[in-house]
């Protein structure tokens, strides 16, 4: 079976940086693109961006750029989302997906929590 | 980017009813390029649709999906109790990846 397997949940204090990990589980992480997408309490999705997990590139979505980087190690079919200078309007849930056919998302990981509170 | 509106926000039905679920594009969505998921309460969603009308593996056949335009609907013939939970559509029509805001189907 494929799965996406990400890191625990993660309280943080403002000012702080998370990385939030995403394991490839049943495929090779390279055979797909990986995208980030944000769901704030009660609130909808919101892409933010992906990783040719061939090449390494990263393309940010509007708002997610300086503060976020998301990197790759490929020897451990793993994908990471970095949050530096994390602020309170961080809390949320991160979720890892899966890309295909040009861009829907046909794998899901569960999500992490990271909530930012002093 | 592509803006897309989900409308209704909240639809309140009843087990064995129809939900027509709209999610409304602000300019032409490539190819039809949009998919349909749903989300449990704390769950990750799931695909149910993609390329706007195409079952994903796994999706009963009384979800539908359609388009006219940049009008894409998601029609659920007969509501069974595991359908109640938040439909979110998503276009990759557009480099730009965008979300709808969501729409809410609860028990009436």
Redesign the interface.
């Known amino acids: 079976q494929v799965h996406l397997v990400q890191s625990g949940s993660e309280l943080k204090n403002p000012g702080a940086s998370v990385k939030v990990s995403c394991k490839a589980s049943g495929y090779t992480l390279s055979n797909y693109a990986i995208n980030w997408v944000r769901q704030a309490p009660g609130q909808g999705l919101e892409w933010m961006g992906w990783i040719d997990t061939n090449t390494g590139n990263p393309t940010y979505a509007q708002g997610f750029t300086g503060r976020f980087v998301f990197s790759l190690d490929t020897s451990v079919d793993t994908s990471y989302l970095q949050i530096s200078g994390l602020q309170t309007d961080d809390t949320a849930v991160y979720y890892c997906a899966r890309a295909t056919g040009g861009g829907y998302f046909d794998l899901w990981g569960r999500g992490t929590l990271v909530t930012v509170s002093s | ?1 592509i803006v897309l509106t989900q409308s209704p926000g909240t639809l309140s039905l009843t087990p064995g009813e129809r939900a027509t679920l709209s999610c409304r594009a602000s300019q032409s969505v490539n ?1 039809g ?1 949009l ?1 349909w ?1 749903q989300q449990k309460p704390g ?5 149910l649709i ?2 706007a009308s195409r079952r ?1 593996t796994g999706t009963p056949d009384r979800f539908s999906g359609s388009v006219s335009g940049t009008d894409f609907t998601l029609t659920i013939s007969r509501l069974e109790p595991e359908d109640f939970a938040v439909y ?1 559509c ?1 276009q ?1 029509g557009d ?8 729409t809410k189907v609860e028990i009436k």
Do not use: D, I, T, V
Not at chain 2, 95 to 102: A, E, I
């Open positions: 980017e190819s390029y998919a998921y769950q990750a969603p799931r695909l993609y390329a994903a979110h998503q990759y480099s730009r990846l965008s979300f709808g805001g969501g």
